[in-house]
């Protein structure tokens, strides 16, 4: 009696485990994909340099080792599943955004995406206020 109520237990654990192998793979498929990438746009463009491709993501990376760090640091193992989805989803995305804005910040608010989606949601004026930076005219 004891072995079928332990099976749903067994089921998620196993589970649990794929979804790190599977993390894990698109995470050196991802980085794989990044270098190919930069050899192929090396050969056609050349004169793009590793120093400008790094200057355009590391913000980007470094929001995601935030995100990252934060939702594996919590413990959410013993809430319900869905409970666990929404909480992660949400707190990740607000650490990544608050991330990416601290890092523009930090990187004198260059114009990029950061900017782009600003003026575009309408917001570029209230965050150069708060981050102190002349409004673009």
């Not at 998620?12 to 498929?29: D, K, N, P």
């Not at 413990?75 to 804005?101: C, E, H, N, R």
């Not at 003026?119 to 409004?135: F, I, M, T």
Request: with cysteine; aromatic share 8%.
């Amino acid at each position: 009696h004891a072995l079928p109520q332990q099976v749903p237990a067994l089921v998620e654990r196993r589970i649990e485990a794929r979804y790190a192998e599977i993390a894990t793979l698109r995470v050196a498929v991802a980085a794989f994909g990044l270098v190919t990438f930069f050899f192929l746009a090396k050969g056609e463009l050349r004169t793009l340099r590793l120093r400008e491709v790094l200057a355009s993501i590391w913000r980007p990376c470094v929001a995601s080792a935030a995100m990252a760090l934060v939702i594996v640091a919590l413990p959410f193992d013993t809430w319900p599943a869905i409970a666990q989805l929404l909480i992660k989803v949400s707190l990740g995305a607000t650490v990544y955004a608050v991330a990416m804005l601290a890092l523009w910040r930090l990187a004198g608010c260059p114009e990029g995406g950061e900017s782009y989606l600003l003026e575009k949601s309408g917001l570029d004026r209230a965050v150069r206020y708060l981050v102190r930076q002349p409004p673009k005219l």
